[in-house]
């Protein structure tokens, strides 16, 4: 039923920018994922941020990159793993393919082209809210 209302077919964004993030990097927000065509709040300060972030994070003590505890360090492929786990045991990564299926069927229903990622036409309409309810 999810794929039927605006806010629901939303889920497909919610799953593809923090979701994956989570699984990708082990943040629910990454600096070096923060598109700001995507996000225009985030603006110009978010754009010079992303261009200087080594010089700043190195000012601020983040450990942008690096081994061991910090902020922004790398999250390191077992702690990865074992997030990918719980998403697995807790019915996540199910919700995942459930997100993925309904909203690949619905953008066929509508004629509206679907695809991986967050490059393509219903990813852009529902993150924007684009899809009118029927």
Do not use: H
């Amino acid at each position: 039923m999810f794929a039927e209302s605006e806010k629901g077919r939303q889920q497909l964004a919610i799953k593809r920018t923090v979701g994956e993030s989570i699984l990708k990097f082990g943040y629910c927000i990454y600096i070096d994922d923060v598109d700001t065509q995507m996000y225009p709040e985030q603006g110009p300060v978010w754009d010079w941020l992303k261009n200087n972030r080594e010089k700043i994070l190195e000012r601020t003590g983040a450990n942008y990159k690096g081994n061991g505890s910090g902020t922004l360090r790398l999250t390191p492929e077992e702690s990865l793993v074992d997030l990918k786990k719980i998403f697995d045991a807790t019915g996540a990564s199910q919700r995942f393919e459930i997100i993925e299926k309904y909203s690949e069927e619905k953008a066929k229903q509508l004629g509206i082209p679907f695809g991986k990622g967050k490059d393509n036409e219903y990813f852009e309409s529902v993150y924007e809210g684009g899809i009118e309810d029927e």
